[in-house]
């Protein structure tokens, strides 16, 4: 079970407690006193409210973390209070909508006290079945790689990281580095975060977290701009000393916080919603664009011997590797170390790919890409790994780039910067506009970029 759907059962739980006991208590006694159950939509409304009112206290409270589900007994004062507050509240929304009247004393009397007793119930359900989840390992908390020197994380077990902070560590990467005041890490201590972001690629991590001295600064502002060449959020947990005096009961402190040293380029909503709009759009394109596509293949068959697709393997997201699909317009199929970009007038290119480039229908295959995960409508455009091996070199934030899915077209493309590089500013600039597009993303954005996209390929603007 996913870690964090604890606290939503919790929740949901409670309001079906609190449901229950304003349709049995205030029914029981109408059916015992007057000999009629009185109004049943009434009493399904107001136990709808009244659970309402109990989740978002308790949610505000904090009393929905895994943490306060597995301490039942020291959150039972918390439990009663929120009660007795919803209860107050519900006789002044009573008064204010003059709709007291409609229930007797005894009625609210009944439902206040057993669900009370239902909720009270729900919670010691939940905390014994959340400690037994947790002993039998049937909790999946976020995938995190955990990185910190070998003296914080020693104490930083997989049993307290998941009942307090809801992570499951994939993977342990012990950072080898002493005291370093200089203005850079070391290769030893460099390698160690290398180490931490293949490993998080591999393992299909969620997060890094990091578990390192809080008084460092220097070192975490080492360690924070290494790690920006990963996409993935980056986490600092409390170290020693302060998960010691957090853990002191004078203390109010939130004993699950930790600090968001770097934040994913998209949340999770956004992606969501970035994902809709490529599966949406790439399958209306494919759909629309069948008849051409037919007539590419055909032509590209007839010109000239080979494939009708051409296939070379690109970075995606986070530096995974995929294989790139286009119609192939050159008679040569470099995937190599060595990679030629096309230039004008490029002899490799043939005559149909020539009228295939200029139009852009060469990329269409990557709308296949784009389905299959791999690639966006709208992101950085991929280059080969030869070319991204070159500048990553020499642009020291070229790496950003992967921090989200390459796309088709771009913000880079749509502002003239497509063709051949030649010169290292021409490579920059498009950079920098991959960069702003990352910066600044919206779905709005996507959508303008696409209507923009349509007037660049009508523009042909160095496309060859």
Known sequence: MPFGAIGHVSALADALAVVVASLVGGAGYQV????????????IGVGIVAALLQGLIGQ??????????LSFRKNVREIVGIWIAVSLLLTLLAFLMKVGAEFSRGSIVCFCALALALVLCSRWLASRLAKFAVAADHLQGRRVILVG?????????????????????VDRVV?????????????????????????GRQQNAAEIVLAFSWWDARKLELVRDHLRASPLPVQLLPDSRIRTLIGNRSFRVNR??????????????????KRLLDIAGASAALVILAPLFVLAAVAVKLESPGPVFFRQRRNGFNTSQFRIFKFRTMMAMDDGVVVLQARRNDPRVTWVGKI???????????LFNVL?????????RPHALAHDDQYSEVLSNYAFRNHVKPGITGWAQVNGYRGETTRLEQMKARVDCDLWYINNWDLLLDLRILALTAFEVVRRRNAY
């Open 256 to 273: 699950t916080f930790s600090v968001e040293v770097q934040r994913g380029p998209l949340s999770l909503l956004e992606q969501r919603a």
């Open 60 to 69: 505000t409270l904090a009393l929905y973390q895994i943490r306060a589900i």
């Open 149 to 169: 020197p070998q003296d914080e994380i020693a104490g930083l077990e997989d049993r307290i990281l998941l009942r307090n902070f809801g992570l499951s560590v």
């Open 356 to 366: 295939l480039r200029q139009s852009s229908i060469d990329e269409l295959p990557q």
């Open 372 to 380: 299959l995960g791999d690639m966006s409508l709208v992101g950085p």
């Open 175 to 199: 950072f080898a580095g002493g005291a370093n005041a200089g203005p850079m890490l070391n290769p030893r201590e460099a390698a160690t975060l290398d180490r931490a972001i293949l490993a």
């Open 32 to 43: 015992v006193v007057y000999q009629t159950a009185g109004h049943l939509g009434t009493l």
